[in-house]
DNA sequence: AAAAAAT
């Protein structure tokens, strides 16, 4: 890696004197005291003057990461309890309707000209704002309010297991460039998180680290700008989560729910508003039993309910870019004390739809700059010319972590290319499903409307089949992505809402109906199958008539994974050869800090048209 | 051109 200082020798010097000496003798000296306190916790009862304890710092015998019994009662019981009195009913409706019209019953689609009222008239949220509950009276939109979250910690901790190929993680190469990066650390307890997080984290069933949170856990631990990049469903995630709390636990948070304003600590924001949700549930897992209350934010929803969340307290603000921008102009929440800033599917937010928010969003008054404040990307694929705008994000000594290769597939999946014409899809289609029997699939097309019309045809094959785009109201996407996650409708059908991100149980199959325009897109979608070690099947009906342009980043992606090329695919890919072409994120390197500066419009490709494997990427074994 | 994301 040409003059990167990576390798063996990687610096580390410095680093890890200055981090056992000052940082960690601190870290660890306050855990202690916080453990001890919270041994004797379930007993104890505070009144607000304790709470101060928790602001302050480790010295009055009570630490930041422990948490008013009290205090946390009315966090996580109480409120939500009323909340739950209040909106009884409405998240049971029975019936719905798409925007473009198709009428929904409990197990799916009706047809079309079916117009199937499932269900009492109780239950339906027509009626219910009939009877004026529900808000608007009008018109067949109901403002959403999402439902409480369950409260009980079986539910909060609920989580799958990882698979047979878990271990396999092990012998994925991993490359980091940039000055003086922290060595990898191999277990959780390396890391020093301390107590409360280390029982967190058993509970949520984590025992082994991934390769791409022994490599992110200690860069952030040790305060440096990180963009990471890991294949999907390697647990990015709890990568940035844990060692964010960490430090907030640490340092002390500043928003208790007694401050009339909230200012969140650490920002995270994420592309869809499922996905955020979900990372929602992550960092609430971690932080339970702390003094870190993270909110999550999204459009869809009542505006009214997403600030009384906030008002309650707000120390890790989970949003979607609109929502978010929306509260800040209200100055519902002050960014004065925002440390950690994330992008989940950085070169998502940074592209051409979200990348002026995110520039709004750093630029807002109050805002630290970004040397003031620690700044995280993470995503499975990051193009180049996407990395070159994320320097405006991230300090000039940012660390880049790449697991694997960059926009790689994970090979846990096994991927299928077939040839199938645009009116032989739907046959197709019906002869996969029923041979996948009831295993759960999603299936990804092109149109939201095209997403109703094949959910609908499914249900009239009497296969119980969902669907999730970004004309549905939100509450029956979340409705859809509840159904498919409980098995209840085995078939999700999708638009490239559901993409990124989305970490599902058992989804066994991922078929392409249609193809994305993008490989990176293609290698978003699959992956939401193969997470975690376990095993998935992706199936793409490539049709000559409009995905020529995809043959050649496919068949490097495919044999980058080791899986079977079809030569028919490989012919294509032959006669709309384009030199220079480089498949989008295809390319291991280019955003270290090194090669950042030198850059010079070229790409590293060689003569097969494809990016150049990273020189001397490093073996994670070597680190060990 | 499409999808997503504020109303």
């Given at each position: 890696m040409g003059g990167l200082g990576v390798?063996?020798?990687?610096?580390?010097?410095?680093?890890?004197?200055k981090f056992e000496e000052s940082e960690n003798i601190g870290f660890l000296k306050g855990y202690q005291d916080g453990n001890d306190a919270e041994a004797s916790g379930p007993s104890r009862r505070g009144g607000r003057g304790s709470f101060r304890g928790c602001r302050g710092g480790f010295g009055i015998g009570r630490s930041n990461n422990e948490c008013d019994q009290d205090e946390r009662a009315q966090r996580t019981g109480g409120l939500f309890g009323s909340r739950r009195t209040a909106v009884s009913g409405t998240g049971n409706g029975d019936t719905y309707r798409s925007r473009s019209g198709s009428a929904r019953g409990r197990g799916g689609y009706k047809g079309l000209n079916e117009e199937v009222i499932a269900g009492s008239g109780k239950n339906s949220w027509k009626s219910e704002a009939e009877r004026g509950e529900g808000g608007d009276i009008q018109g067949p939109k109901v403002t959403y309010i999402p439902p409480p979250p369950p409260e009980d910690e079986d539910s909060i901790f609920s989580h799958y297991q990882t698979?047979?190929?878990?271990?396999?993680?092990?012998?994925?190469?991993?490359?980091?460039?940039g000055h003086d990066a922290p060595p990898a650390i191999l277990t959780f307890e390396e890391a020093n998180l301390g107590q409360t997080l280390n029982n967190n984290i058993a509970k949520a069933g984590y025992t082994k680290l991934t390769p791409v949170q022994k490599y992110s856990i200690p860069v952030t631990l040790a305060g440096r700008d990180l963009m990471a990049c890991a294949q999907t469903g390697s647990g990015k995630t709890?990568?940035?989560?844990?060692?964010?709390?960490?430090?907030?636990?640490?340092?002390?948070?500043?928003?208790?729910?007694?401050?009339?304003?909230?200012?969140?600590e650490c920002i995270i924001v994420a592309p869809t508003r499922e996905l955020i949700?979900?990372?929602?549930?992550?960092?609430?897992?971690?932080?339970?039993?702390?003094?870190?209350?993270?909110?999550?934010?999204?459009?869809?929803t009542q505006l009214g309910h997403s600030i009384r969340q906030i008002v309650q307290?707000?120390?890790?603000?989970?949003?979607?870019?609109?929502?978010?921008?929306?509260?800040?102009?209200k100055e519902k929440i002050g960014l004065k004390q925002v440390k950690y800033l994330v992008l989940d599917e950085a070169d998502r937010m940074l592209d051409m739809g979200f990348g002026p928010e995110m520039k709004k969003l750093i630029s807002c008054p109050g805002m630290p700059t970004k040397e003031q404040r620690q700044t995280l990307l993470f995503s499975a694929t990051f193009p180049e010319e996407i990395q070159r705008l994320a320097a405006e994000f991230?300090?000039?000594?940012?660390?880049?972590?790449?697991?694997?290769?960059?926009?790689g597939a994970c090979r846990d999946v096994q991927q299928t290319i077939l040839q199938v014409g645009q009116y032989s899809k739907r046959e197709k289609l019906v002869e996969i499903l029923q041979n996948i029997g009831d295993e759960r699939t999603m299936v990804f097309v092109e149109t939201k409307k095209k997403a109703d019309f094949i959910a609908t045809f499914l249900?009239?094959?009497?296969?119980?089949?969902?669907?999730?785009?970004?004309?549905?109201?939100?509450?029956?996407?979340?409705?859809?992505?509840?159904?498919?996650?409980?098995?209840?409708?085995?078939v999700l059908v999708a638009t490239s809402v559901a993409a990124r991100g989305l970490d599902i149980e058992n989804v066994q199959h991922v078929i392409n109906f249609d193809l994305p325009s993008t490989i990176d897109e293609y290698v978003h979608r699959i992956g939401r199958t193969g997470r975690c070690g376990n095993t998935g099947r992706a199936i793409s009906f490539f049709d000559p008539e409009s995905d020529n342009h995809l043959a050649q980043p496919l068949v490097k992606v495919l044999s980058d994974a080791q899986q079977d090329v079809p030569s028919w695919l490989e012919e294509i890919a032959f006669s709309t050869y384009v030199p220079g072409f480089s498949g989008s994120t295809r390319g291991t390197v280019f955003a270290s800090v090194d090669t950042r500066k030198n850059y010079k419009g070229k790409s590293t490709l060689n003569t097969a048209g494809f990016s150049s494997q990273a020189p001397n990427p490093v073996d994670e074994e070597s680190w060990d």
């Open positions: 390798g063996k020798g990687f610096g580390n010097k410095g680093f890890s004197n698979g047979i190929n878990f271990d396999k993680y092990d012998t994925i190469l991993v490359e980091v460039s709890a990568a940035f989560l844990l060692p964010i709390l960490a430090h907030m636990m640490r340092d002390g948070i500043t928003s208790s729910r007694f401050k009339e304003l909230q200012e969140p949700n979900q990372i929602y549930l992550e960092a609430r897992k971690f932080s339970y039993g702390t003094c870190v209350r993270a909110v999550v934010i999204y459009g869809g307290g707000c120390n890790i603000l989970c949003a979607t870019p609109g929502r978010l921008m929306d509260i800040i102009g991230l300090k000039s000594n940012y660390l880049f972590v790449a697991v694997g290769q960059v926009g249900c009239q094959e009497k296969v119980s089949t969902t669907s999730i785009h970004g004309d549905r109201e939100q509450r029956e996407r979340e409705q859809a992505l509840g159904d498919f996650r409980c098995g209840k409708c085995p």
